[in-house]
């Protein structure tokens, strides 16, 4: 295991679940003999690994899994290793899932995700060369300025338009005398344009309120029941409409005025 280190790193070893004490504290130890005093291990549970409180990007390779039944690495523990990486470090896990965590690695951000069989099935992954959040510019080769031929059918210089060779439109030749005047209300109407002048139920032209305005009240067509009322009073009923009026000739048409047509109180 010791192998997997080299001098000066700083290593992350993470363990979790059930394992041996004794075995870790020795593999802790043949780390630390391999990195040397210029390097360092950090032996951390991951379930408390976020709380330890260690400075971003600041390992050289992180070792998970190693003691003990390879556990079921979460992508929130992924993501955390993820961060404490230097661009260009290296994790090397052992996961239940075997082949499979090495898609999870890739969905977690890292690069070159893939289980080595050299290493006895490990895991390995290693971080972009590039910080998490970074930036960086992009070189696009976009064309500093418009071809020759473009500018020259866009671009109309200001002594052009004192040239009398040049063709322009005259704008005042644009609209004829007719297109001038003033459209007849009528013509803009939409309500009854194909026969009787009728107003639609959403009129909003102004048609029906005009013909409501002009229109006259229906009277009511009076018949005589007795016959006679058009000879006079003296033959007509008391509740005859014709009341007050004189005789007049049979069949001719009689008006009558709303209030005679309104039966006595």
Known sequence: METLVEAGQNV???W??????KEMKQLAEKLQQKVGSAGKVAVENAERLKMAGHAASSFDRALSGVVGAPPTHEDALLAEVLGLLRPGGELLMRDAR??????????AG????????????????RKPDFEVGSSAPLKL???TSAPPAAAAVWTLSGQDALDDDLDLVDEDELLDEEDKLKPDPASLRVCGTTGKRKACKDCSCGLAEELSAGKQPVTKSVTSSCGSCYLGDAFRCASCPYLGMPAFKPGEKIQLSQRQLNADA
């Open 12 to 14: 992350l070893l993470v």
């Open 16 to 21: 979790s679940g059930q394992i041996d004490a």
């Open 141 to 143: 080769n976009l064309p």
């Open 98 to 107: 075997g082949e499979a965590a090495a898609r999870r690695l890739t969905l």
């Open 110 to 125: 890292y690069t070159g995700a893939a289980a080595r069989a050299e290493l006895g099935g490990y895991c390995c992954a």
